[in-house]
């Protein structure tokens, strides 16, 4: 008779992995829906319907509150950082003087010694422990009992009796970066950004849902479209009216303002609000079984 196959020998005392991934064990992937995904009409740090937008020279947008904010509060960052910085080297500078004064009277204390050939000698450890050291025939070695037990106890766990490592404040950068492409970014960089809102009859909306149409074919803005934006008068289109219309001319179809190639910016398609930009939108979550339990320990990741 044939043995039975792991899947149906459930009379074992560990789990088979095909009853595992019946509870849940291993990755379990999905694919993000819309709720999931930023609209492109939609600051990149608040993550609402953006309110006077302004896009960098990559193609992300903002509102123009939330960008002011987030690099005044990049450069109070910075600021402080310098001062924190500053005041390190100031520290360090004070240290070295300290250590160089009292290398110097550790050798004007051995030329003393030298020069009076009865007195004891003392070891750079035993001085390096014991500031007070010796000094004349008749000076005594002064070291508290309380002391003394603090070098020679194994209580490392004590506070007293840790060793404290000093934290290094490394130079700070002093340019402010964009959040979320992390190269530098400037506010004289920044320019405003212009939506053709679809003012049709039928397509009329609130304030809180507008449709935005490009301004060259008429055709409503979506995720999956590309945008371009002309950083010369902040107008968008998408990337077959710019391409077959602004880049030709060199003026923008709707301000007739001249335009280069330089000027033409790709406006960054929405992701996931709490993700990276890009095309791969899948959710995945790597479940560990408990010991016995029967239930899982979620640890969810994303990649995008």
Request: aromatic residues 6%; proline residues 4%.
């Amino acid at each position: 008779m044939p043995q039975r196959h792991s899947k149906n020998n459930n009379d074992l005392a560990f789990f088979t992995y095909d009853e595992k991934r019946k509870l849940g064990y291993g990755t379990q992937k999905e694919r993000l829906g819309k709720d999931s995904i930023k609209p492109f009409d939609a600051c990149s740090l608040c993550l609402k319907p953006f309110i006077d937008p302004m896009s960098c020279q990559k193609g992300h947008l903002f509102c123009k509150e939330c960008i002011l904010e987030c690099l005044l509060s990049q450069k109070k960052d910075i600021q402080r950082r310098v001062v924190a910085h500053a005041t390190q080297q100031k520290q360090e500078k004070e240290e070295e003087e300290e250590r160089l004064m009292l290398e110097k009277a550790k050798e004007l204390d051995a030329f003393d010694q030298q020069n009076h050939g009865a007195l004891p000698q003392y070891s750079d450890r035993n001085y390096s422990r014991d500031k007070n050291g010796f000094h004349g025939a008749n000076s005594v070695k002064v070291t508290s009992y309380e002391e003394e037990a603090l070098r020679t106890m194994k209580a490392f766990w004590l506070p007293s009796a840790t060793p404290e490592a000093s934290v290094k404040v490394e130079a700070p950068s002093t340019s402010t970066v964009c959040p979320e492409g992390n190269e530098k970014l400037k506010l004289k960089t920044l320019f405003p950004v212009q939506f053709t809102e679809d003012t049709s009859d039928h397509k009329k909306s609130n304030n809180l849902d507008r449709t935005y149409i490009c301004p060259s074919c008429k055709v409503t803005l979506t995720n999956t479209m590309s945008l371009v934006a002309l950083s010369s008068c902040g107008h968008v289109f998408c990337k077959k009216c710019a391409d077959r219309f602004v880049a030709v001319d060199k003026v923008c179809i709707v301000c007739n303002k001249a335009c280069k190639e330089r000027h033409m910016v790709n406006l960054e398609k929405g992701g996931t609000g709490f993700a990276g930009h890009g095309d791969h939108l899948e959710a995945r979550d790597f479940k560990h079984l408990g010991s016995g339990s029967g239930l899982g320990l979620v640890r969810p990741a994303m990649k995008t």
